[in-house]
């Protein structure tokens, strides 16, 4: 069971910055997988963000988040980030991390293709 902890979210100003981190617990090392940022807005679906292949070796970014937003990973600290510069209100949610077993060539974008997901954080831009 991989167990992923999200933390980093909090109260900021429009234009202003946050990096998330999610970690992944016990003796799981998420090296081997495929991680995702995804978001839910209060009435909205949830809704991907970010993503980047097992490897590390490729991103692929929702429109909203094009140029603003950055995801990475470390494996050697078996966490993967996302870094969320000129935020916006409508960057207003909770953000969850996942991971999917697939070691795919490509980011996954579809929610359905995670495997497992963390608790979320919540992110609060003020206008």
């Known amino acids: 069971q991989v167990q992923l902890v999200e933390s980093g979210g909090g109260l900021v100003q429009a234009g202003g910055s946050l990096r998330l981190s999610c970690a992944a617990s016990?003796?799981?090392?998420?090296?081997?997988?495929?991680m995702g940022w995804f978001r839910q807005a209060p009435g909205k679906e949830r809704e991907f963000v970010a993503a980047?292949?097992?490897?590390?070796?490729?991103?692929y970014y929702a429109d909203p988040a094009k140029g603003r937003f950055t995801i990475s990973r470390d494996n050697a600290k078996n966490t993967v980030y996302l870094q969320m510069n000129s935020l916006k209100s409508e960057d207003t949610a909770v953000y969850y991390c996942?991971?999917?077993?697939?070691?795919?060539?490509?980011?996954?974008?579809?929610?359905?293709?995670?495997?497992?997901w963390g608790q979320g954080t919540q992110v609060t831009v003020s206008s």
């Open positions: 980047i292949t097992w490897s590390g070796g490729s991103t």
């Open positions: 016990g003796r799981t090392f998420i090296s081997n997988y495929g």
């Open positions: 996942a991971a999917d077993r697939g070691r795919r060539s490509l980011p996954e974008a579809g929610s359905d293709e995670y495997d497992y």
